[in-house]
């Protein structure tokens, strides 16, 4: 019960600062979706990505030898949702599996379940994109990456750059587009 007050009490004060850092830097996205909205059927299944923003060009490092990805998310048990990737790096394919929390009282953040990763989740309503999603990441490291995910396997050269815009106000100049010149790999996913 405490626990829940103070997520609750956190949650609100963390939504303040980021309505008054919107009047401040009126770059910023909108309010990310919450937890429960994510958690939602609309945004289960596949997502390809797209592109990267970063602050530091250190931390392109990790995408810089990727061709393309694919994410599928589905529920898991409980309050969770499981995230499985195919990445096409080289002439291999890497799959990786995550879970993620969406607990209401961390709501609007989901936390890996090793908690060595936080996400924040927006639609793509600020870049014109109604089949996109955007992701912030910040690892264990302090890193931070924005993310575009789209469901189809091309993405429009306009929404692209939309999102490399907006990222470019949030002074995330160092930029990563997926080359997709060997195409995706195959993704199991239970079903």
């Avoid at 060595?116 to 793509?124: E, S």
């Avoid at 997709?180 to 993704?187: E, F, I, M, N, T």
Wanted: hydrophobic share 40%.
């Amino acid at each position: 019960m405490l626990a829940s007050t103070l997520w609750g009490a956190i949650g609100s004060v963390v939504g303040l600062f980021y309505a008054g850092m919107q009047v401040v830097v009126p770059g910023l996205p909108p309010a990310p979706l919450s937890t429960s909205v994510f958690n939602s059927d609309k945004y289960m299944g596949s997502w390809h990505f797209v592109a990267a923003a970063v602050w530091d060009e250190e931390d392109l490092k990790s995408f810089l030898t990727t061709d393309s990805s694919v994410l599928h998310i589905q529920k898991g048990d409980d309050d969770t949702l499981t995230v499985t990737e195919s990445s096409r790096v080289g002439d291999l394919c890497q799959n990786s599996t995550w879970s993620y929390s969406t607990w209401f009282v961390t709501d609007p953040f989901l936390f890996r379940s090793d908690y060595d990763t936080i996400a924040l989740v927006w639609d793509g309503s600020f870049i014109n994109c109604s089949s996109c999603i955007v992701m912030l990441f910040v690892d264990e490291d302090e890193e931070a990456s924005a993310i575009l995910f789209a469901r189809d396997e091309k993405t429009p050269d306009e929404v692209i750059q939309a999102f490399k815009s907006k990222t470019d106000d949030l002074l995330m100049e160092d930029f990563y587009q997926a080359p997709l010149q060997k195409g995706y790999c195959k993704l199991d996913v239970a079903a």
